[in-house]
């Protein structure tokens, strides 16, 4: 497709960025979409895929050279999420969520703290955010965890349910509220918990819609304790910890919402000249014709979107709450639109598990939801354009 083709040709990617996605993309061809539907059917942990990921080296592209990382712009970090999870979404999701554990501790963490963490996120680790409780989802500055200062100690106390990667992750982000401040979002504050701590357990893990190969997890927290080292930042900054975080996994899931929807529309592509009804290929029925231009469209726009929050953290804004919800609602919105029009196009056929659109249809639905629904998203837009 030329207007495709003229957009991936003008990205200008370095010499290192281009051989890096080449080598993301013929990993996610011959390896990750491959096995994407067995994962999925079987609900299991895509740990071949996530050992594929450390070989090449992955972790370390979020992570700076000091720690051990060999970085990559933002821009290029969004496309490699793009790519795996058009293969297989719920390794997206997973990686995704390693990057928006590490950041973090990039940003606000102690010398200290990126010594110890971020070597191991070079290497590989899996990291967790934990932030939804029961009681707490959309209104997350109303989490109830309770951090306790305890001499060189923070006991720890609380639940926290739909945790990716929570069973099996090395590290979690966890906010929760300090308790020697005032209960006020301001008591919001953010620590680092390590697999294994004793009061940690894994209480459940969700029956789900889709994206069965990642682990969503209930975690609880009892009298738990880590060391005061592990407070990231300061007691009290764990809603701008949060807010930097989401800012920055947003537009990634955007990226996967964005992979999940460029694989519907390959599929739907092929599918549709291939199949004859009434004489003709379906796609080549005007009103099929119409509906492709219409997704084209859509799609090729989003990217463009996509590349543009990425060029803006590239170049170092920093206030960009904004686009990350417009990326997140566009990609996300057309991912649902998209997978729900290729199982329709597929007509019977779709609807069964002979073809990838039904689970890409199953996937796209998470993305409207989690890092903060779309009515959220709209709320933080709406909120910047009424403070004009
Ligand atoms: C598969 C999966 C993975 C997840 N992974 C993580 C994770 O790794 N870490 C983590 O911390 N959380 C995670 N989540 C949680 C996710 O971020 C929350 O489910 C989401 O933010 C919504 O919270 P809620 O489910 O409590 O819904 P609620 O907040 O109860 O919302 C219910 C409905 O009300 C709407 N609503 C709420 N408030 C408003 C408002 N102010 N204005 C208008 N509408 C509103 C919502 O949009 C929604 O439609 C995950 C969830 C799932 C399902």
């Avoid at 300061?234 to 809603?239: A, I, K, N, S």
């Avoid at 999940?260 to 796609?283: H, W």
């Amino acid at each position: 497709m030329k207007s495709f083709e003229r957009f991936e040709g003008n990205r200008n990617w370095t010499a290192e960025e281009s051989i890096l996605l080449d080598q993301i993309s013929r990993l996610a061809e011959e390896a990750l979409a491959p096995r994407a539907a067995g994962y999925d059917e079987r609900k299991e942990f895509p740990w071949k895929n996530i050992e594929d990921l450390r070989r090449i080296g992955l972790g370390g592209i979020f992570v700076p050279e000091e720690y051990g990382g060999a970085p990559v712009t933002y821009r290029c970090y969004l496309e490699v999420i793009r790519i795996i999870s058009a293969a297989c979404a719920a390794t997206g999701i997973i990686f995704g969520t390693n990057s928006a554990t590490a950041k973090p501790i990039i940003e606000f963490g102690s010398d200290e703290q990126k010594r110890r963490f971020l070597p191991r996120f070079a290497e590989g680790a899996l990291g967790a955010l934990a932030i939804t409780e029961p009681h707490a989802g959309s209104d997350a500055a109303n989490v109830r965890t309770k951090f306790r200062p305890d001499g060189n100690q923070i006991v720890i106390d609380g639940e926290k349910i739909f945790i990716t990667t929570g069973d099996v992750a090395d590290v979690v982000l966890l906010f929760g509220k300090w308790t020697e401040i005032e209960d006020s979002p301001n008591a919001v504050s953010a620590v680092l918990v390590e697999k294994g701590t004793p009061g940690f357990e894994t209480l459940r893990l969700e029956k789900k819609m889709g994206t069965h190969a990642s682990s969503t997890a209930a975690l609880t927290f009892t009298d738990c304790r880590i060391p005061r080292q592990n407070l990231l930042g300061q007691p009290g900054d764990g809603m701008k910890i949060m807010l930097a975080t989401l800012n920055k996994s947003r537009p990634s899931v955007g990226a996967q919402a964005l992979g999940i929807a460029s694989a519907a529309f390959e599929d739907m592509l092929e599918y549709t000249n291939a199949r004859v009804q009434g004489g003709k290929p379906v796609v080549q029925h005007q009103a099929n014709t119409f509906l492709m231009a219409d997704l084209a469209t859509e799609l090729l726009s989003a990217r463009l979107l996509l590349d543009h929050v990425g060029r803006l953290v590239d170049e170092g804004e920093k206030h960009i709450s904004v686009e990350a919800s417009m990326i997140k609602i566009k990609a996300s919105d057309l991912a649902m639109r998209l997978t729900t029009e290729a199982v329709q196009m597929f007509g019977g056929h779709g609807y069964t598990r002979e073809h990838r659109v039904e689970r890409l249809m199953r996937e796209a639905k998470i993305t409207q939801i989690w890092e903060g629904t779309n009515q959220i998203q709209r709320q933080v837009i709406g909120r910047d354009l009424l403070a004009r």
